[in-house]
């Protein structure tokens, strides 16, 4: 079996679309199936405006067929609705080859954050990229009743893992702050709503650990706050072990691993009532959820690092391998459309 992802998420980008879409591969490829990873780097790319650390490539429709073709895949996933993602989404359209789409990022609310454009308009164009697939894999049950909402159909909720290799208890990172330590792991960019953290009136210290457009300029505003800068494997661990509390800012994100992977390390989580943290803390102990942050966050204290580590373990790439293989054996049995509708 051969498998295709197109992605305009990719190295030397460090975030949860990327990590997400690296462990699948490692898994299918772990179950013998013959991988190809279409990104960024096939390409010419330019800076993405506002954010020069992104770079978008300059994807042809045409070039993404000539690929496509050649490698003939049996699973075609269309990942991210950016270039890449709408010239592959038109190579197939014109081919007649089916193909599966995931939604993984809130971009109506991203985009608010950053210009006047209006949610509705953008959850129409999004909705119109995914209406041709077969289906469309989305991260928690929350997003799945959400979308549907909204006008989204042959939705299916797939879920993430964690490489318990990396990310378990292990010697922390010191840190000469006092305690105690409240950590957020983030890309430092608008949408992040890490000033909803940063403004709380906690005890104790703060730490971030990410890159971004904004981060010199959070550092200024923020001089009591440490900023780590990015941080990856064993490194970021360690800063996870420091943690008390995990704070989760975001109301944008549609699952957030960095959740699970401070689970994992036995970091209890303290976030919104958001679809994400929804799904991945849920009735268990392991976190606080409040529309109040500074709230969750004291709660987050008295809660045990054991449940932590437990709720961790609902989430595996195994699963998430196995639910992506389960879609493609249950909408593209023929691989194959003979039509080629528009979208």
């Not at 067929?65 to 490698?71: H, K, P, R, V």
């Not at 360690?238 to 989760?248: E, G």
């Amino acid at each position: 079996m051969r498998c295709l992802i197109a992605t305009d998420a990719w190295y030397p980008q460090i975030n949860g679309v990327v990590r997400t879409l690296t462990s699948l591969a490692d898994q299918l490829r772990a179950r013998g199936i013959e991988v190809r990873v279409v990104s960024p780097q096939d390409f010419v790319t330019v800076p993405c405006p506002t954010y020069p650390q992104i770079r978008l490539a300059l994807a042809r429709s045409s070039r993404l067929a000539e690929i496509i073709e050649a490698f003939d895949p049996d699973s075609l996933h269309i990942a991210t609705e950016g270039p890449i993602g709408f010239a592959a989404r038109r190579a197939a359209i014109r081919a007649g080859r089916r193909f599966t789409t995931s939604f993984h990022t809130r971009f109506p609310e991203y985009l608010r954050q950053r210009a006047p454009i209006p949610e509705p308009f953008t959850y129409a164009l999004l909705r119109r990229f995914h209406s041709p697939a077969a289906a469309c894999l989305v991260p928690t049950e929350g997003m799945r009743r959400d979308l549907g909402r909204r006008g989204f159909d042959n939705l299916v909720t797939w879920t993430r893992g964690v490489d318990r290799s990396t990310f378990r208890p292990i010697e922390p990172v010191p840190l000469d702050l006092a305690g105690p330590i409240f950590l957020t792991v983030s890309r430092i960019a608008p949408e992040k709503n890490l000033e909803g953290f940063l403004d709380l009136d906690l005890p104790g210290s703060k730490v971030v650990v990410g890159d971004g457009p904004k981060l010199e300029e959070m550092r200024r505003r923020y001089p009591k706050v440490h900023f780590a800068g990015a941080k990856v494997g064993e490194d970021l661990t360690r800063y996870y072990c420091a943690a008390d509390v995990f704070v989760f800012p975001s109301r944008t994100d549609t699952f957030g691993i960095v959740l699970i992977e401070a689970l994992a390390c036995g970091v209890p989580i303290a976030a919104f009532h958001e679809p994400g943290p929804v799904d991945v803390i849920g009735t268990s102990a392991a976190g606080a959820m409040s529309d109040d942050l500074r709230e969750a966050c004291l709660r987050a204290l008295t809660l045990s690092r054991e449940a932590a580590l437990a709720r961790s373990q609902l989430f595996s790439w195994e699963a998430c391998a196995d639910i992506f293989l389960e879609t493609f054996n249950r909408h593209l049995p023929g691989v194959r459309n003979t039509s080629s509708a528009a979208g």
